[in-house]
Structure formats: C-alpha cells, structure tokens
C-alpha cells in the first residue's frame, strides 16, 4: 500500500513565515490533489517549544550558522512553528481534513527533527514508522516543505527502513541553504529515492 506524507506545509514555511521558503505557498494546489489519490495520507507539523536549541536567538548567535550538538552539526535557524503560534499552524489552504494521522516532531527542545521518522539524533523514533507497518503501507511518497531538509531527511529515513520512496519534486520547494538542495538531491538519488518532476 502507499502513503502519501506531507510534511510541514505550515505558515512559518511560506511566503511571510518566519523561516518563508520561497514559493512555499505553491505546493499547496498540488499537495491537495494527490491528498485525494493515496489511501493512507500523513502530515507532519514542526512544533517547537520557545526555548528549542535550535533557535538562533537561544544562543545570542546569527541565524544559519552552525553548532555542535551532543547528537552532531545543528544549523541555527530564526524561531519558528513555536507551539501554539500561527507560525506553526498549517497553511490555511491546506486540506487538512484529508488527513488520517498529524505527527507533530521537534517538541523536544534539546534535539531537533528534521526527519518524519527520527529526531536528529537518527535514535529517537516519532513512531511513523510502526504506523505506517500497521496500515500495510511498503512504498512513501514525500512532498512539503522543505527539500533540501526536512523532506530529504525523511525521504533517507524511509529508504533505510526498507521503504520504496518517491519524492515529488513539484510539491516540494527548497531553502537551498549554501547548496544544500544539490547536495540532497544528490544524497537521495545515490540512496535510491526516486525523484520525480
């Protein structure tokens, strides 16, 4: 069976978000669409607490620069999906009723999660994977917010727990920090995602 899994199609991510991907707002269309045709539909929600270590502003220190974690290299980033907030809340035009399960990751605020599967430690399971074994799903597709992270990481996830893994790179749209989209377009590709347009 496959699942289609949205992942963090929220304000913070769009146009006027306080981490706005460009054109972000654009995947929405096209996320609603394919929400219509997959029998076990998914989305994530990045929802952090205010005091999350990976807020710039947590550490007096610019946004997009880079520390050390007990867990490895953690990108700061300007605050935002705060819990609670409209930041975190999902784009309005987004089709949540379509959804079978919200999985909501980052709430804990010494490690963050990219991935719809592991918090960035690659340890700490959000449980996706458990559900989506109960449902009979064997093959993902992944859209949302954004490539180069949090859908990458989850599109790595999933091929290494056996998984057959899509990414519609027309329902996606990326930060492209400092390469970062080549550089994960190019890591899923060697992995065995398929990409498509």
Known sequence: MDALIVIDVQNDFCPGGALAVTDGDAVVPRVNAMLEEFPVRVLTQD?????????????AMEPYGTIQMPYGPQVLWPAHCVQGTNGAAFHPGLATDKAD??????FRAAIDSYSAFYENDQKTSTGLEAYLRARGVSSV???????????????????????????RMDACRAIDLNGSLAAACEKMRAAGVVLED
Do not use: M, Q, Y
Not at 101 to 106: E, M, V, W
């Open 47 to 59: 929802w952090h607490p205010a005091n999350h270590l990976s807020f710039a502003e947590n550490h």
């Open 101 to 106: 399960l919200i999985l909501r990751k980052g």
């Open 141 to 167: 597709t992944l859209v949302g917010l954004a490539t180069d992270f949090c859908v990458a990481w989850s599109a790595l996830d999933a091929v290494g727990l056996g998984f057959d893994v899509t990414v």
